[in-house]
């Protein structure tokens, strides 16, 4: 839905807290009665973890919330994150027969009230399953790792969890900012999990602290690498190294740290007053020029090389900063970072469209001036992992290889990957669909060998 920017929205004080309130039990009911019950649900095909969708809203239709979500915890381990971060208005919701009428079940939503609903009531009762099925090493607690986590724990495993951080939930916790995804909800999510039997370890950095082969050693039967791109991009451009131009994803995780209070506001690189050009336009960079409004920025630009129909931010995010202020530069090409002990500005070159459509020079230049310049264009995975780790393969851009039988496993038997640290940086639920598979993988991996050394 798109924001009107007349709207109260638009008038609102700009805070961290989330924005979107969700439904009540009565509006949830009304909109789970809307659904058409289709004989051939296409909502369910435009999920990737294909939710039984209908099953859940004609449970829900029913009042029986408790059903609902145990629908939903067929396929889902995060319902109450991908219930507010998932691109709903590609995927399930704009299969909806009814998008095409401009009146579209909210699935979004729904899914978001029935998992909210369960834990504040505390429907469910989460108990670990009975293990015996095998040990597994799950390195990363981001969508990836928590899917995998989850889907094994289920299904008899006994999982560990390694983490880096003080606490798990990988960028649901660290990389999202407040107002999209209540860190509390997060919390809620890994704790559910937790309650399936899956330990978790924290502030173990592994590559560093603990190896792969290590794990092998401690017995585990299989491990799953599930590390995300944890490095940024650069734009290798004349001025670089100056003062004032940051990786917008370490700008987002160190407004998430002085939101939850771990670091004092003066130690964050956007301050009042500021004027920030932000380079990119997906998702992240909506993040972080939403996120630098919050903190007291004067201005915010984003620029982009291509034209607003070609952005990869979600419509709706675009739709909420334009609505909050941040303004928008189309066709424009950074060259350098101008300044001299500090980024002053970024001068640019226009673009145009040539007879074949191409984006091509306009001749003129221009530089808008900047005290800080945040970049949002792309990550790359870190290589620690697998360079103290033998036989794993990755490609020309450091993404690790896999193969699809048993599915998900790298070019060393036993270990495991999936996520961003395979495919380029995708959604959430993206993440969770290639998990889910890679899980059924490691499933039959590890019962095939066991099955061998019975054999032996």
Request: aromatic fraction near 6%; glycine fraction near 10%; proline fraction near 4%.
């Amino acid at each position: 839905m798109l924001i009107d920017k007349k709207s109260d929205f638009n008038k609102r004080e700009l805070t961290f807290d989330e924005i979107d309130e969700g439904f009540s039990p009565k509006e949830a009911i009304a909109e789970a009665k809307r659904c058409l019950n289709c004989t051939k649900p296409l909502c369910k095909t435009g999920c990737p973890i294909e939710n039984d969708i209908p099953r859940f809203i004609q449970a829900l239709a029913k009042g029986n919330i408790g059903e609902s979500s145990r629908i939903i915890a067929e396929r889902s381990n995060l319902p109450a994150v991908c219930g507010r971060v998932c691109p709903h208005e590609k995927q399930c919701e704009a299969a909806c027969v009814l998008t095409k009428k401009k009146c579209g079940v909210r699935i979004g939503k729904l899914e978001r009230f029935i998992a909210d609903f369960d834990a504040e009531m505390e429907i469910h009762s989460w108990e670990a399953g009975k293990i015996g099925a095998g040990k597994v090493a799950v390195v990363g607690s981001g969508p990836a790792g928590l899917t995998v986590a989850g889907d094994l724990a289920k299904g008899g495993f006994a999982v560990t969890v390694f983490e880096s951080q003080s606490e798990p939930g990988g960028i649901l916790l660290h990389g999202i900012p407040q107002f999209r995804l209540n860190k509390e909800v997060v919390r809620r999510e890994v704790k559910r999990i937790e309650k399936l039997g899956v330990e978790f370890k924290t502030n173990i950095l592994v590559g560093k602290d603990i190896t792969v082969d290590d794990m092998f050693t401690q017995g585990y039967d299989a491990v799953f690498i599930g590390t995300g791109t944890a490095l940024p991009r650069v734009l290798d451009l004349e001025g670089k190294d100056l003062p004032g131009v940051i990786p917008a994803t370490y700008f987002l995780r160190m407004a998430v740290l002085v939101n939850t209070g771990e670091l004092n506001v003066k130690e964050i690189p956007i301050h009042p007053g500021d004027r920030v050009v932000v380079i990119g336009a997906g998702n992240v960079a909506m993040d972080a020029g939403r996120s630098a409004l919050r903190l007291g920025a004067k201005e915010v630009t984003v620029v982009y090389r291509r034209t607003e129909k070609e952005i990869t931010a979600l419509q709706s995010e675009y739709e909420h900063a334009k609505a909050e202020g941040v303004q928008f530069r189309w066709m424009v090409n950074p060259l350098r970072f101008v300044g001299t002990a500090k980024v002053e500005g970024l001068e640019c070159e226009l673009l145009h469209f040539d007879a074949e459509g191409n984006a091509v020079s306009t001749g003129q230049r221009e530089t808008i001036q900047a005290d800080k310049v945040l970049l949002a264009v792309g990550q790359r995975p870190a290589a620690r992992i697998i360079s103290t780790t033998k036989g794993i393969e990755v490609n020309t851009q450091g993404y690790v290889v896999t193969r699809e039988r048993p599915y998900g496993m790298t070019t060393r038997a036993g270990v495991f990957a999936g996520g961003d640290v395979v495919h380029e940086p995708a959604t959430v639920v993206l993440a969770m669909k290639e998990a889910k598979k890679v899980a059924a993988g490691i499933a039959m991996y590890v019962e095939a060998k066991k099955l061998l050394e019975e054999c032996k």
